[in-house]
C-alpha cells in the first residue's frame, strides 16, 4: 500500500522557519517525482516545490522562490521541504505528493499556520 506521512506542521510567528518532513512507503522512491503542494481556505490547491528522483533538479513557486528548499534522502525513503522568512500568506494546509507512472498519490497532510 502506498503511503505518504506528513509531519513538522505547526504555528510560527512571521519571519520563522520549519522543516517539513513526508516518509514515503509501499512504492519505487528514489525513481518519483516528489512535490509539495499547499492549500489554504477557500483557494485551490497550488505546487509549492518538485524534485526529480535522483534530487538534481527542482522547480518552485515564483512566491516562495528564494525562502524555500525541496530536498530529498533516497535512502530513508523522505523528502523535506525547508521553509524560511515565512509569511502569513503561507499559512495552509501542506500536501506530500508522488507521481510514479499513471499514479497520482497524495498524504494527509500538515498544517502550517503562520501568525503572530
Known amino acids: 500500500q502506498v503511503q505518504l506521512v506528513e509531519s513538522g506542521g505547526g504555528l510560527v510567528q512571521p519571519g520563522g522557519s520549519l522543516r517539513l518532513s513526508c516518509v514515503a512507503s509501499?512504492?519505487?522512491?528514489?525513481?518519483?517525482?516528489m512535490s509539495w503542494y499547499r492549500q489554504a481556505p477557500g483557494k485551490e490547491r497550488e505546487l509549492v516545490a518538485a524534485?526529480?528522483?535522483?534530487?538534481?533538479?527542482?522547480n518552485y513557486a515564483n512566491s516562495v522562490k528564494g525562502r524555500f528548499t525541496i530536498s530529498r534522502d533516497n535512502a530513508k525513503n523522505t523528502v523535506y521541504l525547508q521553509m524560511n522568512i515565512l509569511k502569513p500568506e503561507d499559512t495552509a494546509v501542506y500536501y506530500c505528493?508522488?507521481?510514479?507512472?499513471?499514479?497520482?498519490?497524495w498524504g494527509k497532510g500538515t498544517l502550517v499556520t503562520v501568525s503572530s
Open positions: 505528493n508522488a507521481v510514479k507512472s499513471l499514479v497520482a498519490y
Open positions: 509501499g512504492f519505487t522512491f528514489s525513481s518519483s517525482l
Open positions: 524534485i526529480t528522483g535522483t534530487g538534481g533538479s527542482t
